[in-house]
């Protein structure tokens, strides 16, 4: 089976920046998808960004231009690159990656004060 490391989480003030990793390890054959999905208290979880095996992303609209999610294949690893942070991302960010069935990561915090 695979396991999923994240880290990078924590708090910051606003309008600075977390660089968020999640780090694959296994039986992994390659990853083919891989996505960063948050949940916020009383909130649904929802999906923040998404990168396919070619490279093509996509982003939630009120993150678009302030998150980037990038991809280290020697190391397995995803990253979400996250600036200009706002009080209203704060959440439980995990990481998802299909390699080919899904994982998920067990979340990290993260909290940005005002």
């Known amino acids: 089976q695979v396991q999923l490391v994240e880290s990078g989480g924590g708090s910051v003030q606003a309008g600075g920046s977390l660089r968020l990793s999640c780090a694959a390890s296994?039986?992994?054959?390659?990853?083919?998808?891989m996505a960063w999905y948050r949940r916020a208290p009383g909130k649904e979880r929802e999906l923040v960004a998404q990168m396919t095996s070619s490279s093509t992303t996509t982003y939630k609209e009120s993150v678009n231009g302030r998150f980037t999610i990038s991809r280290d294949n020697a190391k397995n690893t995803v990253y979400l690159q996250m600036n200009s942070l706002k009080p209203e991302d704060t959440a439980m960010y995990y990481c998802r990656v299909w390699a080919p069935q899904s994982y998920w990561g067990q979340g990290t915090q993260v909290t940005v004060s005002s």
């Open positions: 296994g039986s992994i054959f390659s990853i083919e998808l």
